[in-house]
């Protein structure tokens, strides 16, 4: 394992990791993974060579040789993707690819085929690992874990005014029930499923706006890293 720090934060949709380890990643001047980039860009390659969300092999065999590139983003701009020449940036914000990516990522040998790919992120001076089993699996030893979490209500709430804003359009119960049924099956898959490592400490942010987790969470990496925000 290496020496390079990783700060692991996973948690549910919603729950604001997207935007917070975009600002811990400016503010500290590190590495930022999206690993649910990954799963959304599979899902996109799905539907372009029309395979079944099953399709463990065909999927495996993408995995293994993603033609993608990740362009780090400005502050407060979301990351841009490009699959195979193509800008996807938009396209994998949607709800329903977030609902096919889940599907993708049951699938056990899709999981481990990627395993590689992540932990290639971890180059200094350090990374902001944004996903569902960051602190459990793939950065098992980051030194900071941090697993936010908000009630259903609001983080479909949240999710709704964030694609609004994007652009896209949305329909709040319909969000809801697509974002519950894929919480239920993020966490009960055999493989890796969501859940706080044990060692991470759990962050409710029901009650809390963007700045207020944001602090917390500054506070809590000068506790844990000292020397990071140094660097
Ligand atoms: O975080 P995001 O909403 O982009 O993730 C899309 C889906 O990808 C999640 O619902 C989850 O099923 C899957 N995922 C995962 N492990 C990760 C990141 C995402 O299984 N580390």
Known sequence: ???IPVIAVDGP???GKGTICSHLAT??????????????ILAI??????????NESAIVEIAGSLDVEFQQPQPGKDITVIFE???????????ECGNSASQ??????VRTALLD????????????ADGRDMGTVVFSDAPLKIYLIASA??????????????????????????????????????ISPLKPADDAIVVDTTTLDISEVIKKIENLVQETLPDAYST
């Open 85 to 95: 020449g193509d800008d996807i940036s938009q396209k994998i914000r949607t709800e």
């Open 45 to 54: 390659a799905a539907e372009k060579y029309e395979l079944e969300l099953n």
């Open 1 to 3: 394992m290496s020496d």
């Open 153 to 190: 209500e609001e983080r479909a709430k949240r999710r709704y005014k964030q694609l609004k804003q994007k652009g896209f359009n949305v329909n709040l119960p319909r969000l809801a029930a697509e974002i519950a049924e894929r919480d239920t099956r993020d966490s009960q898959r055999t």
């Open 27 to 40: 503010w500290l001047g590190w590495h930022l993974l999206d690993s649910g980039a990954l799963y959304r």
């Open 13 to 15: 949709s919603g729950t």
């Open 117 to 128: 790919r992540q932990r290639q992120f971890q180059q200094a001076p350090g990374l902001v």
């Open 104 to 109: 993708i990522a049951v699938l056990p040998q």
